[in-house]
């Protein structure tokens, strides 16, 4: 018998119907003599729907009621399934964010978790009820409802289940693993058996949205044991049909290249003529920080004259107005010329076997001169290397160097 963390994505629960069959993966598990605690995402389409409302009352709205406003999709399909699960004579309620209390810090709108108490749900699991939590949302110290960012209940599942101690927790949704890169854009793609957390987590960090970062952050640090399936599929989580994310030392073959994961989120900053004297760099990219600014990929020049340089930076495209605002009042850029531009796109190849060996940026730059493609900013670490493009070309870069790689599925 298994303790048993069970995330349904948007899609998974879009309607009634899908919401049934998910009900009926959880009475199969339930029916095995497993513990599960359910997290559901809102209907598809209904988060970005709700955060369209936002935008329209207004552009600066306050974040607090923002949160009041995103976090009720996950509420409605929480109350739903476990409706579903009673349906079928299994002891089912729903906990909200408030009532477990799941805990977070108060930045509003991407709030992180900070604790979980999970005295009163372990009691519930043990005499068999289900527990159906909507993912995403959380309550501050100032009893306010916050939300986790886009792709936050993955997140919500992954601390539950690292706060429950779970056997597994696993990531229902509309694909049936985690692959080489999106199978969206290359239907060649592979499907992966086993990831490594330090893989999964650059994957999604770069871009691969089938899972949102923080979660394989704590999956990592807790050792949650993950798995990402279908919830289209016939089989259930206990089958292990899916991608196991899991510890490196449990892959028995390790590839140069995992996967290549692409963001066209990202958007460009170049101040031209920025002072060349030390603390520069400090002075630019604190307030960017202390405005919440995910700083990126950065690049300084040389400076020709030893007197003045240029800085490039990218950051997230919804960032940017608010980048360009905090740099654009600071008195020692008075003289400097700020540009930005958003049609660009980030690619990156990440895999462990890179750290071993050599060669693997060499192919990425020649693949992408074959293709003619322009590579703006370069940024590497141990295990990844992303280069950043313009946008038009995206797909040809990734479809490309999958290639390149020898990442295809073989038949
Ligand atoms: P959910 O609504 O279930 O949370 P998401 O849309 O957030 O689902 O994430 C699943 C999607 O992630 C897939 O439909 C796929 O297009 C995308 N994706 C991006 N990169 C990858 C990858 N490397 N492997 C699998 N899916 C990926
Ligand atoms: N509903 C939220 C979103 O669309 C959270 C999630 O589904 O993970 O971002
Ligand atoms: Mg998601």
Known sequence: MALIVAKFGGTSVADIERIERAADKIACEVESGHQVAVVVSAMSGVTNQLVGYCGEVSKMHDLREYDVVV??????????????L?????????????????????????????????????KRLGNGEVAVVPG????????????????????????????????????????????????????????????????????????????????????????????????????????????????????????????????????????????????????????????????????????????????????PKNELEQALAVLTKQDFLKKSKIISASNVAKVSVVGIGMRSHAGVANTMFETLAEKNINIQVISTSEIKISVLIEEDYTELAVRALHAAYGLEETA
């Open 71 to 84: 976090s009720s999709g996950e509420q409605v399909t929480s109350g739903l399934m476990a409706m579903a």
């Open 86 to 122: 009673q349906k079928r004579g299994i002891a089912a309620r729903s906990w909200m964010g408030w009532q477990v209390p799941i805990k977070t810090n108060d930045i509003h709108g991407k709030a992180r978790i900070e604790d979980i108490d999970t005295v009163e749900l372990h």
């Open 136 to 315: 995403f949302q959380g309550i501050t110290d100032a009893n306010r409802v916050s939300t986790l960012g886009r792709g936050g209940s993955d997140t919500s599942a992954v601390a539950l289940a690292a706060a429950l101690k779970a056997d597994r927790c696993d990531i229902y949704t509309d694909v049936d693993g985690v692959y080489t890169t999106d199978p969206r854009i290359v239907p060649g793609a592979r499907k992966i058996k086993k990831i490594a957390y330090e893989e999964m987590l650059e994957l999604s960090s770069l871009g691969a949205k089938v899972l949102q970062t923080r979660s394989v952050e704590i999956a990592a640090k807790q050792k949650v044991s993950l798995q990402v399936l279908s919830s289209f599929e016939d089989h259930v989580g206990s089958d292990m049909p899916g991608t196991l994310v899991t510890k490196e030392e449990d892959i028995m073959e390790q590839e140069l290249v995992t996967g290549i994961a692409f963001s066209r989120d990202e958007a460009k900053v170049t101040i031209l003529n920025v002072p060349d004297v030390p603390g520069v760099a400090a002075k630019i990219f604190s307030p960017l920080a202390d405005s919440n600014v995910n700083v990126d990929m950065i690049v300084q020049n040389i400076s020709t004259d030893g007197k003045a340089t240029d800085m490039t930076f990218t950051a």
